[in-house]
C-alpha cells in the first residue's frame, strides 16, 4: 500500500468516528513525534498491539481487500497479571473484504455498532484446518443461528454475532449500505500469531512511503 492511501483511510476513520461520537484514548491520535516524546508509553502500546491498523492483507486492493482496525484494549498471551480481553473498533467499507481466516486461541463477539449492514460468512474446519461443507451454529445477540456454510448472515446496526474458535469467517460490508462501524470483543488479540487464513496472503502490508505518515500504526510506533 501507499503512504497515501493509508493516511486517507485513517482520515476516513476519523470522520466516521466523529460521525457516530465515538472518541479514542488520546494517544490514538499521537504523531510519530509525540510517540517519540514518551518511549515508555509507547514501549506499552507496541507490546500490547494497541492502536491504529491499516492493512490491504497483501492484495494491492485495499478497496476491494483491506481493513482498517484501532485496538483499544488487549492483553498479552500468557502473561500472568496481563488482560485476558480485548476490545477492537473496525471500519468496514461497502463491499471491502477481511479474507477469510480463523483463529486457534482467540473467541470474539463481532458488533455492528453503527453505519451499514455488515454480512459474515462462516466454514467449519476439520484437525488440520480443511473446510468442511457442514452446517454451523453460530450465536446471533446469544440466540442459535444455524446457517450452511458459506451462507451470508447480515448483522444490521445492534445485532452481534459470537464467533468460537477455530470457525472460518470472512467478512464485508453489504454494497449500497454504506461504511460500517463495527466493535470486536474478544480474547487476548495476537495479530502476530493467532491469524490463520485459507489462502495464502500478508496479514500486514507493504508500505511504499510516498509521503510522510498521518499517525504510525500500532507495529511502527517508537
Request: proline content about 5%; overall charge negative.
Amino acid at each position: 500500500m501507499k503512504r497515501s492511501e493509508i493516511n486517507a483511510a485513517l482520515l476516513r476513520a476519523t470522520k466516521t468516528l466523529e460521525h457516530w461520537r465515538w472518541a479514542l484514548p488520546e494517544w490514538g491520535y499521537w504523531t510519530a513525534a509525540e510517540f517519540a516524546a514518551d518511549p515508555q508509553a509507547t514501549a506499552y502500546l507496541r507490546a500490547h498491539q494497541l492502536g491504529w491498523d491499516v492493512t490491504d492483507f497483501g492484495s494491492g486492493r485495499f478497496a476491494e481487500c483491506g481493513l482498517v482496525l484501532f485496538c483499544l484494549r488487549n492483553g498479552i498471551v500468557s502473561v500472568e497479571g496481563e488482560r485476558t480481553y480485548a476490545e477492537k473498533l473496525l471500519f468496514v467499507e461497502e463491499g471491502q473484504v477481511t479474507p477469510t481466516h480463523r483463529h486457534a486461541a482467540k473467541m470474539e463477539d463481532i458488533i455492528n455498532r453503527a453505519g451499514g449492514d455488515l454480512v459474515i460468512e462462516f466454514a467449519a474446519a476439520d484437525a488440520d484446518s480443511n473446510v468442511l461443507k457442514d452446517d454451523v451454529t453460530v450465536p446471533l445477540d446469544g440466540l442459535p443461528r444455524k446457517l450452511a456454510a458459506w451462507e451470508p448472515l447480515v448483522l444490521s446496526p445492534g445485532q452481534s454475532v459470537t464467533i468460537r474458535t477455530g470457525l472460518y469467517h470472512r467478512f464485508y460490508g453489504r454494497r449500497g449500505g454504506g461504511p460500517v462501524l463495527v466493535g470486536e470483543v474478544s480474547q487476548v488479540n495476537d495479530d502476530n500469531g493467532d491469524n490463520f487464513f485459507l489462502d495464502p496472503i500478508g496479514r500486514f502490508a507493504a508500505i511504499e512511503e510516498d509521503e510522510p505518515p498521518l499517525r504510525p500504526l500500532w507495529n511502527e510506533a517508537g
